[in-house]
């Protein structure tokens, strides 16, 4: 997903577009052959905490993010399961919190219970290059 835009993040619930036409069908072929499908995002802007001097701004932006997961979701009508870090702690990529928190989620015990080599992961911030189909990703906390 990019932002319809141009700005490097989406600030409205409908500023996104798929950064190629092909994602919706294939992320509905790849549950229909059993993927699950998890999406992990930094979120460090988004506070949770209600005692926050910010609290009314803070629950704007996250009532927006609920709102473009929802507008993004909703196209897709899939099961899907959203982790986001809000915090910089053991949770926020590229740290493993989430991860872990996924495989046991997904009634994994420990990595070695996952077929790695049947998975595979797709990220906007691998480190590239702009020479890559997208251009130059923003970070390299994915990798």
Same mark, same amino acid.
């Given at each position: 997903?990019?932002?319809?835009?141009?700005?490097?993040?989406?600030? !409205?619930?409908? =500023?996104?577009?798929?950064?190629? %036409?092909?994602? !919706?069908?294939?992320?509905?072929?790849?549950? !229909?052959?059993?993927?699950?499908?998890?999406?992990?995002?930094?979120?460090?802007? *988004?506070? *949770?905490?209600?005692?926050?001097?910010?609290?009314?701004?803070?629950?704007?932006?996250?009532?927006?993010?609920?709102?473009?997961?929802?507008?993004?979701?909703?196209? *897709? =009508?899939?099961?899907?399961?959203?982790?986001?870090?809000?915090?910089?702690? *053991?949770?926020?990529?590229?740290?493993?919190?989430?991860? !872990?928190?996924?495989?046991?989620? %997904?009634?994994?015990?420990?990595?070695?219970?996952?077929?790695?080599?049947?998975?595979?992961?797709?990220?906007?911030?691998?480190?590239?290059?702009?020479?890559?189909?997208?251009?130059?990703?923003?970070?390299?906390?994915?990798?």
């Amino acid at each position: 997903m990019v932002s319809n835009s141009g700005k490097k993040f989406t600030k !409205e619930a409908h =500023d996104w577009k798929w950064w190629h %036409a092909s994602v !919706e069908n294939n992320l509905r072929g790849l549950v !229909e052959q059993g993927y699950l499908v998890r999406i992990i995002s930094n979120q460090a802007g *988004l506070s *949770l905490d209600p005692q926050s001097k910010t609290s009314r701004q803070d629950q704007q932006r996250v009532n927006v993010f609920k709102q473009k997961v929802k507008a993004v979701l909703n196209v *897709l =009508d899939l099961p899907i399961t959203l982790y986001a870090a809000t915090q910089h702690d *053991l949770y926020r990529k590229p740290r493993t919190g989430m991860w !872990e928190q996924l495989l046991i989620d %997904a009634g994994q015990s420990v990595p070695s219970d996952l077929d790695l080599a049947g998975s595979f992961f797709v990220g906007d911030a691998g480190g590239r290059f702009p020479d890559h189909v997208g251009g130059k990703d923003f970070s390299c906390s994915d990798r």
